[in-house]
Structures are given as structure tokens and as C-alpha cells.
């Protein structure tokens, strides 16, 4: 059997339209050649190609012409998203205000004006911009799972943004759709997390009435050597709080973490670790045991809840 002919370079690494393979003089016969797949209707990608989330919007981006947005923009990005987001199918698409918006299976599309900086050129997609698809996820998410998107934009390592970048941004959306609750989250997130999950624990600890715990604050012994910085921490109190997720399990992490919590303790502080189970609710109206283990810290170290404030008759 002859092989098919090779396609050109421009067109043998990304998603390619009918209409580019015609200007690159592809016949009809080669486009249904087995070495090519149809990752949607109107375009063609070489059948080795790994499907991915990234595959998928960059063929309906090329055929359509719009930009990548909304929770499919959040994926790309790498913003995490309740699972019920994340398993979703459907691409969202944004066109200019005035223009129609993209309608075909798989497809939400969108209309909205944006911004010259709102827009990121990748290799293989344009897409809004990590703050543009923040505040776009305030008319989709829940204010708490906004949050933790919005800890991960500002986050230690490799951030999408800084504080002051948001406040700009968001000076700039007054009266938009989704703008109040934007104002809401941002009231709530905190710079420099680590992980999704110090975001939800400390959302959590604020949601049962406990002191809202500091983030990566460095610990420092009585001669002033560094200690280690604790995902969060209540320095009054010298409570430190661990989170340890899955990658916590392997001997080598153990070793580590158990080397880190002793020197925490001999410092003076308590420390909390904390997992999974100890987020989920054992019973309905109960409360977390990360809530109740954390309060017995706090308490066992001087704190005391302020007293309830009456109400005026």
C-alpha cells in the first residue's frame, strides 16, 4: 500500500482547517488518507497526535476563529475547578460583541467584548488571559471555589498575577456582569498558597468561626534560624498547620514531613497535620474533624472565641 504523500511542515504539528489544506493544495483523497483524523467537523490533525483538551480547542479555535474561554480557558491554565467542571465535555468560545457566536455540538459560545491584554496568543490557541478567565469564572463557579481559583492566580510559585494586577483589573469591571461577586472573593483570597487545598482549609476553619490562620509565614527559632514555612499557622498561638495531600505517602515525604514537624515542636509550636479525611464531613451536622482538631490547638495555646454579640431587640 502507497503511503500518503507528506504534508507540509506548516501543518504537520497543530490542527489544521479545509480550507488551509486547500491553500496548501491537499486534495480531497488526501484529507481522507488514514494518517489523518477529524477532531471536528471542518478540520484535520495527523491521527498520532495525542487527544487532548489542548487539541480539541485549538481545532474548533482554528475553524472558528474565536477565542478560547470561560472554564475551558480555567483548563488550560491549570486553575482548579470542581470535579463537576472539570469533567465537562463542552468548549467555550468567545467572539467580539456583535459578531455571531460559535453554535455547533460541544460548543458554548460567547460574546464579549474584550480587551487587547484580556487575550493570550499561545502556539496553538488564543485564549483569554489568566485574569480575564478569573473573572469570567465568577458567573459560572460558587464564591468558594472562585476563591481557590483566585489563591491559585496569586500563587507562590509561578503566579498568573500579582494583587496589584487584580486590583486593577477589577477597578476596570465596575457594574460588568460578575463584578460583585469578584469583589466578594477577592475580599477572601490570600497571595503566595501553595495548593488548592490550604485555600479550602482555610476557608473552611473561617467558616466555623475559628481566627483565619496566616499563609507561609516563615517559622524561626529562638536564635533566629528558619524553621520551615507552614502551609498555615496562627504565630500567637504557635500552631502550625500541615496540609499533606496524596504525595505525603511516599517514605522518602514521610521521613521529610516528620523531620519538619519535630523541629516545629521543639521550637515550642504544636503542630496539626491534617488530610482528605479529615475535610469531609463524618455526619450531617457535624463538624469537620480538621475544625474541631484545629480549635482544641488553638484553645489548648490561650485562644479564646470572642463572645457572641447579642441582638438588638
Sequence with gaps: MRRPPELPEALRHRPFTLEQARSAGLTRRRLRAGDLMRPCTGARVLAAAEETL????AAVGAVTGAIVSHLSA?????????LACRNRDEIHLTVPAGRRAPRRTGVIGHQLDLEPAEITAGRLVQCTSPLRTWFDLAGMLELEDLVVAGDFLLRRRNPLSTLAELDGFLAAKAARPGYRKAMRARVLLRANTDSAKETE????????????????????????????????????????????GAHHASAVQRRSDIFRDENAR??????????QADLDVPAPGMEPRAVTRVRKAVADQGWTPEPARRRRR
Design 201 to 244: 482549609v482555610r476557608l473552611l476553619l473561617r467558616r466555623y468561626g475559628l481566627p483565619e490562620p496566616a499563609v507561609n509565614v516563615p517559622m524561626f527559632d529562638e536564635m533566629g534560624r528558619w524553621i520551615q514555612d507552614p502551609d498555615m499557622s496562627y504565630e500567637r498561638e504557635r500552631v502550625a498547620i500541615q496540609y499533606d
Design 54 to 57: 489542548l487539541l480539541r480547542v
Design 74 to 82: 480555567a483548563l488550560l491554565w491549570g486553575f482548579p475547578l470542581p
Design 266 to 275: 521543639e521550637a515550642g509550636w504544636r503542630v496539626v497535620v491534617l488530610t
